[in-house]
T-cell receptor, first 114, second 112 residues
Framework: DVKVTQSSRYLVKRTGEKVFLECVQD?????MFWYRQDPGLGLRLIYF???????EKGDIPEGYSVSREKKERFSLILESASTNQTSMYLC?????????????FGPGTRLTVL | ELKVEQNPLFLSMQEGKNYTIYCNYS?????LYWYRQDPGKSLESLFV?????AVKQEGRLMASLDTKARLSTLHITAAVHDLSATYFC????????????FGTGTRLQVFP
């Protein structure tokens, strides 16, 4: 069974802290994605990675960075957390290329920045 | 730039009734996906539509794709309370990338 896990379900951090969100998939997928979800805005892509050490900016990369050192793990880093980064963060993975398979989502991390 | 619009944004419907959720997108795409999200939960894949005229059905939900009209519909037949959730459509950004662009979601509430 397909599985995407995220390191925390709930996280509370203070403004200015460095925050790490981790995502692990066990499906040997090439692609991994980080989204944030806010009411009325749907899902917005922050970054995605199509291979180890490869990354591409999504629609809202400002204030975020990512790391993908191993195929199964994709980390989202908030260099200096701010209150406007309070949100639900969703990780997803998918196989690459012409299979056009769906994206598989993790359970989400609800981050609150105080 | 690809834009994806869903309507309605909110739908309150009575059990037993039929209704359709619409997903319009602005530029050519070769694939469209539907997801369901329960409150406080993550997204679950419902349908993958990869060609013009594709139709998929699962229980009381049926999804279709018209690539010429750039339109997908999610039809709900004889709604039941268990279908209450938020439904998202997502469109492949282009042929050369696996990125998806998501609609803003349709929140469905089914009441007795």
């Amino acid at each position: 069974d397909v599985k995407v896990t995220q390191s925390s379900r709930y996280l509370v951090k203070r403004t200015g802290e460095k925050v790490f969100l981790e995502c692990v998939q066990d499906m040997d997928h090439e692609n991994m994605f980080w989204y944030r979800q806010d009411p009325g805005l749907g899902l917005r892509l922050i970054y995605f990675s199509y291979d180890v050490k490869m990354k591409e900016k999504g629609d809202i990369p400002e204030g975020y960075s990512v790391s993908r050192e191993k195929k199964e793990r994709f980390s989202l880093i908030l260099e200096s957390a701010s209150t406007n980064q309070t949100s639900m963060y969703l990780c997803a993975s998918s196989p690459a290329g012409r299979e056009r398979d769906t994206q598989y989502f993790g359970p989400g991390t609800r981050l609150t920045v105080l | 730039e690809l834009k994806v619009e869903q309507n309605p944004l909110f739908l309150s419907m009575q059990e037993g009734k039929n209704y359709t959720i619409y997903c319009n997108y602005s530029t050519t795409s070769d694939r469209l996906y539907w997801y369901r999200q329960d409150p406080g939960k993550s997204l679950e894949s419902l349908f993958v539509l990869l060609s013009n005229g594709a139709v998929k059905q699962e229980g009381r939900l049926m999804a279709s794709l018209d690539t010429k009209a750039r339109l997908s519909t999610l039809h709900i037949t004889a709604a039941v309370h268990d279908l209450s959730a938020t439904y998202f459509c997502a469109v492949g950004e282009s042929y050369n990338t696996d990125k998806l662009i998501f609609g803003t979601g349709t929140r469905l509430q089914v009441f007795p």
